[in-house]
């Protein structure tokens, strides 16, 4: 009887140990796996969480591990992981809230009723109404993207960067001086927020104030010289100050950042194009076609370049291209609308100056 009990007593304690071994292992991978999410060291992270996930599964580290694959693009393990998190976890709300950005990027509603829910989880859970107001942008619901600003500006109202998003929705619902009064807010509360900066030398630029806006503008790279966003901003003020040598370098060093970005490679076609260097902007619209066969932009270049080498057909079959991919694209309708006129086809012409006119009135007609 006393060797049964021994005996019982050792397996007892040998099954404890091995549970606070394998604790303490889960949680030094754990944390350092946490460490390597942290410092986007995200292969690191994923051989870490997944050791924690195979012995002592856990909602946060589904969730680190989740948040790791999307990283890394692997959305579908992101998802799975990210579901395990909910499993365990029903009232996770930053899970939820993770879930909706990978249902908002498959154009999914259930991601809506994911944030719903993390609301109704935490009132106070500030990134949840961001990403709510993502939802409504995604579908051009400008007022409730605003409402959804408005809610974490009265949660945070010393944040500069929600003041700058709702600034720009505003501008997207044609509330110019919403906009502006927003930013110049937000500038109030950060004056060094590169994007802040960014986006309200974009409203200058928006009115054609081409000094003001490079003030800004020219400001946002210098605090963050790595942003292909302010540089392509900047580029774009050089071309309508016509300084084309230094928008190239910008537009450059923005393609040397995202040597994938097709938007990029065709604003570059855009500017050889401006310089009337026809040959060079053709070659550079094909590469960024060739890169993304969907990059209306670089059809609408091609049909300026075939235009003004009066080659019509070819002109005419890229506007129609660039029209077919962005249906709201004023400038390709205007610019057939002339090549209509150019080669007497009036009724046309007619129709397509028209639609350019009413998706956007204030074009540039310089374009």
């Not at 909706?100 to 991601?111: E, M, S």
């Not at 309708?333 to 046309?348: C, H, M, P, Q």
Request: proline share 3%; charged share 20%; hydrophobic share 35%.
């Amino acid at each position: 009887m006393k060797n049964l009990l021994r005996i019982f007593l050792v397996i007892v304690s040998v099954t404890i140990f091995t549970a606070f071994s394998n604790a303490q292992s889960s949680n030094s991978f754990f944390s350092k796996g946490k460490n390597a999410y942290d410092n986007k060291q995200y292969d690191s992270a994923i051989t870490y969480l997944e050791k924690v996930v195979q012995a002592t599964p856990s909602d946060s580290a589904y969730y680190y591990l989740s948040s790791s694959y999307l990283a890394k693009n692997n959305e579908s393990k992101s998802f799975e992981c990210i579901n395990a998190a909910l499993e365990i976890n029903p009232k996770y709300v930053e899970a939820y809230t993770f879930r909706a950005q990978i249902y908002l990027a498959r154009r999914d509603v259930r991601g809506f009723e994911d944030l719903n829910k993390a609301i109704t989880l935490n009132p106070k859970y500030q990134p949840a109404y961001y990403w709510r107001a993502m939802y409504y942008m995604a579908s051009a619901d400008f007022k409730n993207a605003i409402n959804n600003f408005t809610e974490l500006i009265s949660l945070d109202s010393s944040n500069a960067a929600n003041y700058s998003a709702r600034g720009m929705v505003r501008f997207m619902d044609k509330d110019t001086t919403g906009a502006f009064n927003d930013l110049r807010h937000a500038l109030r509360l950060n004056p060094n927020s590169p994007d802040a900066n960014q986006q309200y030398g974009g409203l200058w630029y928006f009115k054609k104030q081409y000094d003001s806006a490079f003030q800004y503008i020219n400001k946002s790279v210098l605090l963050d010289p790595t942003s292909t966003n302010n540089l392509h901003s900047r580029a774009g003020v050089y071309v309508n100050k016509k300084e084309y040598a230094l928008a190239l370098k910008d537009i450059n060093k923005a393609i040397e950042i995202e040597p994938q970005s097709s938007n990029f490679i065709a604003d570059k076609g855009m500017i050889y194009y401006y310089q009337k260097d026809y040959n060079t902007a053709a070659q550079i619209f094909q590469q960024a076609i060739a890169l993304n066969p969907k990059e209306n932009q670089a059809y609408y270049g091609l049909g300026k370049v075939y235009y003004w080498t009066n080659q019509y057909n070819l002109a005419l079959q890229n506007y129609s291209k660039a029209i077919e991919l962005n249906p709201n694209d004023a400038k390709a309708y205007a610019a057939r609308s002339v090549l209509y006129t150019k080669i007497g086809n009036k009724d046309l012409a007619e129709a397509d100056l028209k639609k350019a006119n009413e998706i956007d009135p204030n074009r540039d007609l310089s374009e």
